[in-house]
């Protein structure tokens, strides 16, 4: 009678091992299954991020900016109409295009003309203010783009920048 007893304790062990068994095939195709949803959607992202980077149009890189001194200072009497004044400054242009620093170069002279007319033409009291000393940076650069225009010259000229800005 043992041998029966054996067979009886074999049969529970064999039906627990079943419910087992199907456990880990269910978890196990649920981690393949997983597995595979991230990875196609990791490949989908990749794919529509691929597409809008090269729909996109490319933007050329910007030159670095390259600054013109006008040596020497310019120093001019100013038009105050109550007494003689003075203001000397040191100027640089700014620009990113060769083609433009040719031209200024090669224009220096008339460039340096109208600058020192323009720079004539201010009052002390239009420099004391910062909105002045800009609005006069803003003119002197419409100036510099207005003589290279007239010479047929490319006039990409950013700013005219002041380093120096001394009124007595």
Do not use: C
Request: aromatic share 6%; hydrophobic share 45%.
């Amino acid at each position: 009678m043992p041998a029966p007893a054996a067979t009886t304790q074999t049969a529970p062990a064999a039906a627990a091992a079943k419910p087992k068994r199907r456990l880990w095939l269910l978890l196990s195709i649920a981690i393949v299954v997983l597995a595979g949803a991230g990875g196609g959607g990791w490949w989908w992202w990749q794919s529509k991020q691929h597409a809008e980077a090269e729909a996109k149009p490319a933007t050329p890189a910007r030159l670095p900016a390259q600054y013109i001194a006008l040596e020497p200072s310019f120093v001019v009497n100013l038009a105050d109409p109550d007494g003689t004044r003075y203001l000397q400054a040191d100027v640089q242009l700014v620009t990113r295009d060769p083609a433009t620093l040719a031209a200024l170069e090669a224009h220096l002279p008339s460039v340096r003309n109208r600058l020192l007319l323009l720079f004539g033409q201010q009052q002390a009291e239009q420099l004391s203010q910062r909105s002045g000393k800009e609005n006069l940076q803003q003119a002197a650069r419409d100036e510099v783009r207005a003589l290279l225009k007239a010479e047929g010259a490319p006039d990409k000229i950013e700013a005219v920048i002041f380093t120096s800005l001394v009124t007595q």
